[in-house]
């Protein structure tokens, strides 16, 4: 069985970054892709992206290139995400998920339970 | 706009059956394999159907998944007031590089 605990919520202001944790537990780390899924206040969700850490390349999606970064740190099986220029339309949950594989061509088996990010003045 | 395109809501009577659609293209569901995910209310979502049509242990087989082409269908039989809950179909898309993501399908049992 496989844990994901992330940070807790955030409150920020606009034009700040925020950096949110999700340590894994459980299983092998190294071997499996992880990627950040965010959802706005009654909205869909969207895959900003992911890594596979035993690769150490994030693959970024387009919409959050230059403002995105993911990394891991295998010592502490803890995955980051940070997101920079944030705006009232970051504010969101944003969750960690665990991939079957090691490429997201697989399927998200584990979810974290998300951390609150809202950005307000 | 989503790349997947989903119906915003579908609804039944208890004991019934709703089908979800899930429409992509040649670069996504053509090509790939489609998850199924439902989100309760205030929860994370949760995996329902991989790799088109396989249930993870734990979810009964109330629930199905189909795949033709370029578009995917989860199917909800038996329908129970706790199968209410936003439904999400999901794949990756190698013309975007990215996991694609419907808009949601809200179920409602009348």
């Known amino acids: 069985q496989v844990h994901l605990v992330q940070s807790g919520a955030e409150v920020k202001r606009p034009g700040s970054s925020v950096k949110v944790s999700c340590k894994a537990s459980?299983?092998?780390?190294?071997?499996?892709?992880l990627s950040w899924v965010r959802q706005a206040p009654g909205q869909g969700l969207e895959w900003m992206g992911g890594i596979v850490p035993v690769f150490a390349t994030p693959t970024y999606a387009q919409k959050f290139q230059g403002r995105v970064t993911i990394n891991t740190d295998e010592s502490t099986t803890t995955a980051y995400m940070e997101l920079s220029s944030l705006t009232s339309e970051d504010t969101a949950m944003y969750y960690c998920?665990?991939?079957?594989?090691?490429?997201?061509?697989?399927?998200?088996?584990?979810w974290g339970p998300g951390t609150l990010v809202t950005v307000s003045p | 706009q989503s790349v997947l395109t989903q119906p915003p809501s579908v609804s039944a009577a208890p004991g019934q059956k709703v089908t979800i659609s899930c429409s992509g293209g040649s670069s996504n569901i053509g090509k790939h394999y489609v998850s199924w995910y439902q989100q309760l209310p205030g929860t994370a979502p949760k995996l329902l159907i991989h790799?088109?049509?396989q249930r993870p242990s734990g979810i009964p087989d109330r629930f199905s998944g189909s795949k033709s082409g370029t578009s995917a269908t989860l199917g909800i039989t038996g329908l129970q007031t706790g199968d209410e809950a936003d439904y999400y179909c999901?794949?990756?898309?190698?013309?975007?590089?990215?996991?694609?993501f419907g808009g949601g399908t809200k179920v409602a049992v009348l």
């Open positions: 790799d088109d049509a």
């Open positions: 459980g299983d092998n780390f190294r071997r499996f892709a």
């Open positions: 998920v665990r991939y079957s594989g090691y490429d997201y061509d697989t399927f998200p088996d584990y």
């Open positions: 999901a794949t990756w898309d190698s013309s975007l590089s990215a996991v694609v």
